[in-house]
């Protein structure tokens, strides 16, 4: 059994909350000696202090600089790369194109050639076993 529950059973009547005088003085004493020390503290003259300026400050700036450039300048040359793929890209393509369509035209060409070889007579079909005959009299002839 420890000191507090012996004190329980003795004192029914006395409330376990309720303070000793010797430890109420203490602690009265204790809080007017804090009030009084936050008082002192709050009322005393105060020095303002300046910020010491770094001998770091413009060598910083100046890194955030060049950092800010290098990012500004990676991101404008590197759109100008894309702009660039991109000009050679409609380049090639065009030049695709074109090439295709010089060769379909020449293919039109050939074909239409070939149409006009196989339409074109140079003498109607009832007169063409005259001109057969014609045909063998001058290479007879020369």
């Not at 065009?94 to 194109?97: S, V």
């Not at 063409?128 to 290479?139: F, H, I, R, V």
């Given at each position: 059994?420890?000191?507090?529950?012996?004190?329980?059973?003795?004192?029914?009547?006395?409330?376990?909350?309720?303070?000793?005088?010797?430890?109420?003085?203490a602690l009265g004493n204790f809080k007017s000696s804090v009030n009084a020390w936050s008082e002192a503290m709050m009322h005393r003259p105060r020095?303002?202090?300046?910020?010491?300026r770094s001998s770091w400050a413009a060598p910083k700036w100046a890194l955030g600089c060049a950092v800010f450039l290098a990012t500004v300048s990676g991101g404008v040359y590197q759109n100008h790369r894309h702009l660039e793929a991109a000009k050679a890209q409609t380049a090639r393509i065009?030049?695709?194109?074109r090439l295709q369509s010089a060769q379909r035209a020449q293919e039109e060409a050939d074909l239409l050639?070939?149409?006009?070889?196989?339409?074109?007579?140079?003498?109607?079909?009832a007169l063409?076993?005259?001109?057969?005959?014609?045909?063998?009299?001058?290479?007879i002839g020369n």
């Open positions: 059994m420890n000191r507090r529950e012996e004190d329980l059973q003795h004192a029914p009547d006395h409330d376990p909350l309720e303070l000793e005088p010797e430890l109420r003085e020095e303002i202090k300046a910020q010491a065009a030049e695709q194109q050639a070939k149409v006009d070889n196989d339409i074109a007579r140079q003498v109607p079909s063409e076993p005259l001109a057969s005959l014609m045909d063998d009299n001058q290479n």
